[in-house]
Nanobody
Framework: QVQLVESGGGLVQAGDSLRLSCAAS????????MGWYRQAPGKQRELVAQ???????NYADSVKGRFTISRDNVKNRVYLQMSSLNPEDTAVYYC?????????WGQGTQVTVSS
């Protein structure tokens, strides 16, 4: 089992930056991919960015060039550095981790971007 706890959400203005953090605990040795998803009101949950244990990341087109995902395998944390935020980035952001058998989710952290 893996437990994920997000932090770092909040209310910011358009153009601001924010960093999300996700701490993993439990059977972290089994995790290969970690990532961030988001879900805006009335919309489906969507992938924002993910990163492999080797550090290879990929991003949704909507955040490329603005968001950066990183991972600390020693501390079992994954981060999402978000810059040039706009109101369309407003959503609940969920941390995600995958091993060979299961997908794990955090409880989510709200990010609200005001115009």
């Amino acid at each position: 089992q893996v437990q994920l706890v997000e932090s770092g959400g909040g209310l910011v203005q358009a153009g601001d930056s924010l960093r999300l953090s996700c701490a993993a605990s439990g059977s972290t040795f089994s995790i290969n991919v970690m990532g961030w998803y988001r879900q805006a009101p009335g919309k489906q949950r969507e992938l924002v960015a993910q990163i492999t244990s080797g550090g290879r990341g990929n991003y949704a087109d909507s955040v490329k060039g603005r968001f950066t995902i990183s991972r600390d395998n020693v501390k079992n944390r994954v981060y999402l550095q978000m810059s040039s935020l706009n109101p369309e980035d407003t959503a609940v952001y969920y941390c995600n981790a995958r091993d060979a058998m299961r997908v794990y989710w955090g409880q989510g952290t709200q990010v609200t971007v005001s115009s």
